[in-house]
């Protein structure tokens, strides 16, 4: 199998004022590509590892050749990762979720102003690079957790709902080393609708 650059749901510049045209440009078309690039570079000559989809590979790093453990390990999350922030945001987004997933939201951190807090404080504190998530845990409970590089919650058997990427080349053009401010602005382009359909699928 042969990983491709997913194609955007919208123009580089739509989601601007919040996350500016350059850094999507350069974070779609460059570090992501790159990271799809490398991930096939890998699999080369492992045909076997090359019929797998991206979650069966993350889900059995254990078993993978040594020598290309951490170059799948990188690569793949950050070609997974990534596939993911692009679908999580949307021009036409923000607010708050509804139904279910407030509902789960709601009962899990005391509400949503407190789901946003403990949120904002994994992606801030996530020392160096890294991103912060919303899951489901092996207990199919809620849960707000950080992971460094390109790992994500995938690789322990959890189920990824959102994820915001708080790597330095996602937000400093715009930001420069100000990541909360980056992090509130985030909130503004939110697709609830897309992690409602990632709940009601996994929950």
């Known amino acids: ?33 790159g990271y799809i690039s490398k991930l096939n570079d890998a699999l080369e000559g492992h045909e076997a590892l090359q019929e797998k989809d991206i979650e069966e590979l993350l889900q059995s790093l254990d078993k993978l050749p040594k020598e290309i453990y951490w170059a799948v390990r990188n690569n793949g999350g950050g070609y997974y990762n990534h596939s993911i922030f692009w679908k999580v945001m949307d021009p036409n ?3 708050e979720p509804k139904g279910e997933l407030l509902a789960d939201i709601n009962k899990t951190f005391g509400g949503f ?11 801030a504190t996530r020392f160096g690079s890294g991103w912060a998530w919303l899951i ?5 409970e809620l849960e707000i957790i950080s992971t460094p590089n390109q790992d994500n919650p995938i690789m322990d058997g959890s189920k990824v709902l959102m994820g915001i990427d708080v790597w330095e080349h996602v937000y400093y053009l715009k930001y ?6 980056y992090i509130e602005a985030w909130w503004n382009i939110i697709n609830w609708d897309y992690v409602s359909e990632r709940y009601n699928t996994y929950k």
């Open 113 to 123: 102003k407190e789901f946003k807090e403990a949120f904002n404080k994994a992606a």
């Open 136 to 140: 489901i845990n092996s207990n199919n």
């Open 176 to 181: 420069q080393n100000k990541r909360p401010d």
């Open 93 to 95: 987004g923000g607010g």
């Open 1 to 33: 199998m042969k990983f491709n650059l997913p194609n955007l749901d919208y123009s580089y510049d739509a989601l601007e004022p919040y996350i500016d045209k350059e850094t999507m440009e350069i974070h779609h078309s460059k570090h992501h590509q």
